[in-house]
């Protein structure tokens, strides 16, 4: 019998319960797929709390994940069963051991690409993408703040950015952590726990301060990102793992003609075209060892999600993780 993770009321972890469910034969522009790895998200985390009221609940959650198709909707071509495809969408309902999708959404994996890469760092990867190629082109010569530079997007930002020629500073929480972010690339670290963030970067930028900030944490960090800008710098707040942030006063950002963006990769992946081309920009990142993702995803049961859910929340998984149906 097909399984899934349903909310029916918002709340903390423990509001994730797993039930029976049925799965219909897909429609004629659908795919019917046995899913074998699924991507655990802060977007998840969100959704489920209530912070995002995008799910209509009951509901099940989830955005990325992998699997195999076992059955083809009428007046779809391109696939067969058996082909191995990941997906990436909107309208949640990944949280499950089966499911139907659209057939635009499903994309072919190569053989190269593993069923946990692709399910933990695709949302990510494209992610990434978004952020340097499109909300803000990130150049040779320009330095960034990155601020959870460890954890599994953080990583994938100093890679991508590092290659892009940027010097990158990145936030972390523990000497280990540093480690951790500088094999991703980050050239400097800093210790948020013990250091100043906003005295650290003056001083390693000799006063001038960062080009752009990528915040994902929200609260606890956004009067740091600002105070971090260089004049005409701009701040990608991307996330809001420790809580929502504080109404922004106009005059605050005119004292350095500084730019805020808040941007929700769902928004660039209404076109299918462009779907198609972030995903395949996002692999090809892989193939060519731009982007290296955990080799070993701290791996949950699906059963378990309210586990992987808190392990997220605690900010000790420091990297990614699957859920395995």
Known sequence: MPQAIVIRNYGDADALQLEDVSVPSPAQDELRIRQTAIGVNFHDVYVRSGLYKTLPLPGTPGCEA???VEQIGEDVRGFSVGDRVAYVTASYGAYASERTLPAHLALKLDNNISDNLAASSLLRAMTVEMLMCQVRLIKPGMTILVHAAAGGMGRLLCQWATHQGATVIGTVGSAEKADSARQAGCQHTVLY??????????????GTGVDVVYDSVGADTFESSIASLAKCGHLVNFGQSSGPVQPLLM???AAKSLTVSRPILFHYLDE???????AKTALDAF????LRADALPQQFELKDSAKAHKTLESRMGGGSMVLKP
């Open 66 to 68: 992998t699997g195999v």
């Open 193 to 206: 726990r013990e250091t100043n963030v906003v005295e650290a970067v003056n001083e390693i930028t000799q």
């Open 251 to 253: 005059s605050d950002l």
């Open 272 to 278: 299918p075209s462009r779907y198609h081309a972030m």
């Open 287 to 290: 193939a060519q060892g731009v």
